[in-house]
């Protein structure tokens, strides 16, 4: 029979209730604001989606909170292992938006709950009482470019970003480019922003033959094709880019261009229209993520104009497709695709088109280019990105 003297007993007590509150204590909340993943397939959306997807096996022991509003009840929420949802259903997102904007009031903790750690992946935070805080700040383009950006989301970012960079602990940003860009532009001192490099989604991979022409049967694709992917709005070039493809005259092909309409799309529909080779320029809008591996790998060359770029998702995942990639020089683009991609220094239409009929005509630089952009596309794992996003919420928090 077990006996516990009443010495004993306070000892006992206290040592459970010292373990208990140790245990507490170890345990790390983090809540994370998903709004732009329930509503966004692309951009600042498919970056939450695929973080959360994997930070959710790391948490462990610890706490991880999915936040969202969804009034209309049109949210698609999507299942992360070790992860719980919290959707406000009660309230319309849009008007607490709108009061955050205005009167820097209700605080988000109000509707997400209690926190050590809160994330906000979509660039700005809004008030909160309690915790500590994460941005993810993807690039600053709208200050780079002010002429380029969507005139409501640039007046939202800049009345907002000054209040968000004195409310953060800690800003992530997806290139060291653009961390040297916030220390330049909005005086951000080194140590409060960390470069953390994105990842690529498994699935984007090199697609087999019979792949390729199930996609082409399905987008009807029937000619050779040079690609661009990428949303439709002024800093990605476009005008110029089908420029360079009007020059290409011993190209026997198409000029595919896949990507949601942005803003500021009017003058870019136009200019596709207005084009000589019309004829031969396909826009095929949003590609389903179903046949988006092997349009990438369907491709002859995969061209990216871009005039801005925090990271560069597209030129990545053609080179993981097995594509040879000819970019510029803006922003992030060297380095994240390194020696990989082929480059033109200059915005010259002409320069373009030789760059490009030269790369499609020499075999064994084509090859040497698909890869060397397999071994570098390799190098980006979200489960990197989330092992060391994970950390960095342990350091915040301590």
Known sequence: MLFVSARCFPCALLRSFRRYFQKEASTLKVCIDIQAAIAQRAGVGRYTKSLVEHLGPLAGPDQLTLFYFDFKRRGVPFHVPNASERAVTWCPGRIVQKAWKTIDWPAFDWFAGSADV???PNFIIPPLRRGRTVVTIHDVSFMRFPDAAEPKNLQYLNGQIRKTIERADLILTDSQFSADEMTELLNVAPDRVKAVHLGLTPNMGASDSDAVEAMRGALKLDAPYL??????EPRK????????????ESFDGDLVIAGMRGWKVEPILKRMDASRERARIRYLEYVDEQW???LYAGAKLFMFPS?????????LEAMRCGTPV???RAGSLPEVLGDAAAYVDSYDAEEW???ATSLLADSGQRAKRVETGQA??????WEETARETWGLYREVAS
Do not use: D, K, W
Not at 307 to 315: A, K, T, W
């Open 326 to 328: 000819l970019s510029s």
């Open 292 to 294: 988006l591996p092997a």
């Open 307 to 315: 005039l801005y770029e925090g990271f560069g998702f597209p030129p």
């Open 376 to 381: 570098q596309a390799a190098r980006y794992q």
């Open 237 to 248: 070039n476009i005008p110029f880019l089908i420029e360079c493809f009007e020059q290409m």
């Open 118 to 120: 809160y994330h906000f």
């Open 353 to 355: 088109a030789g760059a």
């Open 227 to 232: 690609l661009f992917v990428g949303t439709l």
